[in-house]
T-cell receptor, first 115, second 111 residues
Framework: NAGVMQNPRHLVRRRGQEARLRCSPM?????VYWYRQLPEEGLKFMVY????????ESGMPKERFSAEFPKEGPSILRIQQVVRGDSAAYFC?????????????FGAGTRLSVL | GQSLEQPSEVTAVEGAIVQINCTYQ??????LSWYQQHDGGAPTFLSY????GLEETGRFSSFLSRSDSYGYLLLQELQMKDSASYFC????????????FGTGTKLQVIP
C-alpha cells in the first residue's frame, strides 16, 4: 500500500513561471491537505480538498495560487507567476475521511526554489 | 481562530526523559495530535488525544488537559534518532475540522 506520493521532489522555477505540484493520496483516502513550510518554521495550512470539492482554502493566497482534486488523478497545487517568496517546501497530506482527520499521512514534500 | 505555543528548542541527554509542552487557544476543540519531523523529511503522526489523560505508545506518551488547554509529549529513554522537530496540532471542532499545527519544537539529543 503506497503512501502519499508527491512529485516532483524538487522543482526549480524562474520568477514569473508556473509551478505545478502533484499529490496522490494514500489508497482509499478521499481528503487531501496542502501545507507550506519555510525553513525552521512550522506547517502552514493552505487548503483542504475532497474529491472535486474545495472544502477550506482559507490559508491559500487569493492570487496566483489554486488547487484542485479531480475525480480521477492526483491533487494539483498550482502557483502562477512565481516569486522568490514562494520558495518553500510544500507538503501534501491525506486522511481517510471525516472523523479520521486527526491522523494525517504526509508525502515527502516538494521543495520549490524560485530563482 | 487557533494558536498553539511550543518551546522552540529543547536539548536533552541520550537515555533521559524529555517533555515537550503545548498550550493552545481555539474557538473549538476536537483533539490534540503530535507529529515528528526529521530534517528534510516528512511529518509523521505520533499520537492523538481527544480526551483528558495520558496515551502511551512505546517510549512516547502524550497527555491532554482540556480544562487547561494544555498538552505535552513525553519521550523516554531518549535515543539519538529522536533528534527532530515535534509539532503539536489541534483539530477544529468547526464544520471543516481543519487541523492547525504549532510552530514546532526542535529536540536535540546529545550523548
Amino acid at each position: 500500500n503506497a503512501g502519499v506520493m508527491q512529485n516532483p521532489r524538487h522543482l526549480v522555477r524562474r520568477r514569473g513561471q508556473e509551478a505545478r505540484l502533484r499529490c496522490s493520496p494514500m489508497k482509499g483516502h478521499s481528503h487531501v491537505y496542502w501545507y507550506r513550510q519555510l525553513p525552521e518554521e512550522g506547517l502552514k495550512f493552505m487548503v483542504y480538498l475532497q474529491k472535486e470539492n474545495i472544502i477550506d482554502e482559507s490559508g491559500m493566497p487569493k492570487e496566483r495560487f489554486s488547487a484542485e482534486f479531480p475525480k480521477e488523478g492526483p491533487s494539483i497545487l498550482r502557483i502562477q507567476q512565481v516569486v522568490r517568496g514562494d520558495s518553500a517546501a510544500y507538503f501534501c497530506a491525506s486522511s481517510p475521511g471525516q472523523g479520521a482527520q486527526n491522523i494525517q499521512y504526509f508525502g515527502a514534500g516538494t521543495r520549490l526554489s524560485v530563482l | 481562530g487557533q494558536s498553539l505555543e511550543q518551546p522552540s528548542e529543547v536539548t536533552a541527554v541520550e537515555g533521559a526523559i524529555v517533555q515537550i509542552n503545548c498550550t493552545y487557544q481555539t474557538s473549538g476543540f476536537y483533539g490534540l495530535s503530535w507529529y515528528q519531523q526529521h530534517d528534510g523529511g516528512a511529518p509523521t503522526f505520533l499520537s492523538y488525544n481527544a480526551l483528558d489523560g495520558l496515551e502511551e505508545t512505546g517510549r512516547f506518551s502524550s497527555f491532554l488537559s482540556r480544562s487547561d488547554s494544555y498538552g505535552y509529549l513525553l519521550l523516554q529513554e531518549l535515543q539519538m534518532k529522536d533528534s527532530a522537530s515535534y509539532f503539536c496540532a489541534v483539530r477544529d471542532a468547526g464544520g471543516y475540522q481543519k487541523v492547525t499545527f504549532g510552530t514546532g519544537t526542535k529536540l536535540q539529543v546529545i550523548p
